[in-house]
């Protein structure tokens, strides 16, 4: 009667040791060769209200959003159907952009709308908040 020889089983498991090796060299190469300067930062003075009022008469498109929610374009109240079509109007005739003027206290709802519907319409818009000054 003849028997099979049984093969031996083959280790299978994979030697970490080299692994750890390459990753301790990749580590230190990357930490090496990395920049590690500090990013410096400008502090920016926000425009007061009198200094976007003079902005203002030069866009002539001011379109201000009280506490209320309302909403006017130049000095005349209007509801978003009516801002946008004075926005295509004014866009129509000439490129200045407008100057969205927001109250601190609004909702956020109508300035995103208005940034929205200029943005889709790629038409340039300044977003400025009313700090309420006196």
Do not use: G
Not at 31 to 36: A, N, P, V
Not at 38 to 49: A, L, M
Not at 83 to 107: G, Q
């Amino acid at each position: 009667m003849l028997f099979e020889r049984v093969k031996p089983l083959i280790d299978s498991s994979i030697n970490i040791a080299p692994l750890i090796d390459v990753m301790f060299q990749l580590i230190l190469f990357f930490m090496l060769t990395s920049d590690l300067n500090e990013n410096f930062n400008i502090d920016i003075e926000p425009p007061s209200s009198k200094e976007i009022a003079a902005q203002s008469s030069q866009s002539e498109a001011l379109i201000k959003i009280t506490k209320d929610n309302s909403l006017y374009f130049k000095t005349e109240r209007v509801d978003f159907e009516r801002l946008t079509k004075l926005l295509d109007l004014h866009y129509s005739s000439e490129m200045k952009p407008a100057t969205v003027l927001a109250d601190k206290d609004s909702s956020l709802w109508p300035t995103l709308q208005i940034l929205n519907y200029c943005q889709v319409k790629r038409y340039k818009i300044q977003y400025l908040i009313n700090k309420n000054e006196k």
